[in-house]
């Protein structure tokens, strides 16, 4: 079946525009996760939905970054007033649930803030 | 969730089996040990999650050793294409499982 998807694969923007990412998981996966990585680097967490409980936002590095998760599925994250600190790919995930189940990652969206 | 801490690095020649290490020294009952693994410029791949007993599945083996402080990922016939850097994690039944933190990994290279 279709997996997790994410656009768009690539952007370029100014900085102290605003960006939104979008992220459509796999059907049927309550949870979803954004992850950001920089060049070269490990994994950052960001925020995590899970169903309709409030998201964990204690990854999310400012408050220039918020998500949001509409009707259980489609997620958008959203970057304001980009900084150049900001470039780098940023990945969603998405689990059948919370727990310990595995998680399947969408193949990114590199950002890159000029 | 508890830390991890795997090698760097890695050569493997192809055709022969690579056995990725990792320490979770830390671990505790309820934690699951998970294998991901990334090729450049692509998302993340599951690859095997285990608790305490060994798991088998199509891509790898993994081995848990009995204070489960410790794992193998074992991919039996490595080939170019399994060249990436390979995580270890764990997780737990609980709320902030999203929070896993991947590290820095092996970056593992299968020579020709």
């Known amino acids: 079946g279709a997996g997790v998807s994410q656009s768009p694969s690539n952007k370029v923007t100014e900085k102290g525009k605003d960006v939104e990412l979008r992220c459509d998981p796999i059907?049927?996966?309550?949870?979803l996760y954004w992850y950001r990585q920089s060049l070269g680097q490990g994994l950052e967490f960001l925020i995590y939905?899970?169903?309709?409980?409030?998201?964990?936002k204690s990854g999310l590095p400012s408050d220039r970054f918020s998500a949001e998760r509409t009707g259980g599925s489609v997620s958008t994250l959203t970057i304001q007033r980009t900084q150049q600190e900001d470039s780098a790919v940023y990945l969603c995930?998405?689990?059948?649930?919370?727990?310990?189940?595995?998680?399947?990652f969408g193949p990114g969206t590199r950002l890159t803030v000029t | 969730d508890a830390k991890t801490t795997q090698p760097p690095s890695m050569d493997c020649a192809e055709g022969r089996a690579a056995n990725l290490p990792c320490n979770h020294s830390?671990?505790?009952?309820?934690?699951?040990v998970y294998w991901y693994r990334q090729i450049h410029s692509q998302g993340p791949q599951y690859i095997i999650h285990?608790?305490?007993n060994n798991e088998t599945n199509e891509m790898a083996s993994l081995i848990i050793t009995e204070d489960r402080k410790s794992s193998t990922l074992i991919l039996p016939h490595a080939t170019l294409r399994d060249t990436a850097v390979y995580y270890c994690?764990?997780?737990?039944?609980?709320?902030?499982?999203?929070?896993?933190?991947f590290g820095d990994g092996t970056t593992l290279t299968v020579k020709p």
């Open positions: 285990g608790l305490k």
């Open positions: 994690i764990v997780r737990g039944f609980n709320t902030n499982a999203g929070k896993s933190t």
């Open positions: 830390t671990i505790s009952g309820n934690e699951y």
């Open positions: 995930a998405s689990s059948f649930r919370e727990g310990t189940y595995e998680q399947y």
């Open positions: 939905f899970q169903g309709n409980s409030a998201p964990d």
């Open positions: 059907s049927g996966h309550t949870a």
